[in-house]
């Protein structure tokens, strides 16, 4: 006995229902179903259920929302825009799927230990990519109450500044209101002037002395610095104020040189396997 196409599809239709029954379906829009599996990753974990049934209510009504949506503008929109959006979503695909395929190449092939004398090299060879559009100065620095019981001795170990003298300074710091004693950082004029507001456009030169110990008295405050050194718009940075920027553009080159070479490789070995060819 011949079973029409209406039989067929009902028969279809039924055995969809049982089989939704089965997976425990929790939501259907048109011929997509939510299944409570799918639904208890959206979810994670809550504090209570109340709080659970609350947000699988809003996550099902969200997944609802997306896809009934969806089909409206499958139907409503131009065969034009539907044609755009379909070649849109198919070379998405393509870029995800490559750009998450390399990244992966990338980290489990790409050499990343950049030393010293690598960042040297750099910087000497490509010099003029770091010179100052603006000043920068070394300065050490300490500012604490002037009525410190204290501040003769700090004062001493200040200006002595032997490693024993560092750590008496370092041992005191929680009675400073603030201070750097590092010989190695470098900051903007903006940087300093906040660190050290008593110091103008005007009276900074006056200050400007490589090595020199000053003490400047503000009516609550003493300021203890000095300058290691500094430089003018228009010098090279120092080394370890790009130490960091260099590093990041050597990884990038490799980086961009890793992914010509896989890309290379990859089209010739699809050549030499006949799974590319050209007519």
């Not at 997509?32 to 659970?52: F, I, N, R, V």
């Not at 969200?62 to 896809?67: G, V």
């Not at 089909?71 to 755009?84: C, G, H, M, P, W």
């Not at 929680?174 to 470098?186: A, G, I, P």
């Amino acid at each position: 006995m011949k079973m029409g196409l209406l039989g067929v599809l009902l028969l279809l239709g039924v055995a969809c229902e049982r089989l939704a029954e089965q997976e425990d379906v929790v939501a259907r829009v048109g011929n997509e179903y939510l299944y409570q599996s799918e639904l208890t990753l959206l979810l994670g974990e809550y504090s209570s259920k109340a709080d659970s049934a609350q947000k699988a209510n809003a996550v099902i009504n969200d997944w609802a929302k997306k896809r009934i949506l969806y089909q409206q503008a499958k139907i409503n929109l131009s065969e034009t825009d539907v044609a755009q959006l379909e070649k849109l979503i198919e070379s998405y695909k393509y870029d995800l799927f490559n750009a998450t395929y390399k990244e992966k190449m990338v980290s489990s092939g790409l050499d990343t230990l950049v030393l010293q004398e690598n960042i040297e090299a750099f910087y000497t060879e490509n010099n003029k990519l770091f010179l100052l559009n603006k000043p920068l100065y070394q300065v050490q620095y300490l500012v604490l109450p002037i009525n410190n019981v204290q501040i003769e001795a700090i004062k001493q170990r200040f200006e002595k500044f032997t490693l024993p003298d560092l750590n008496f300074l370092d041992s005191l710091s929680f009675q400073f209101t603030r201070y750097s004693l590092k010989d190695s950082l470098w900051i903007s004029e903006t940087e300093l002037f906040d660190k050290l507001p008593f110091l103008t456009n005007e009276n900074l030169k006056d200050y400007l002395k490589r090595e020199t110990n000053f003490e400047v008295e503000e009516p609550l405050d003493l300021y203890l610095f000095r300058f290691l050194d500094f430089k003018a718009s228009g010098d090279m940075a120092p080394l370890a104020h790009v130490k960091s920027t260099i590093g990041s553009i050597i990884l990038n080159q490799r980086k961009q040189n890793f992914l010509k070479e896989f890309e290379k490789d990859l089209l010739r070995d699809a050549i030499q396997t006949k799974k590319f060819e050209t007519y």
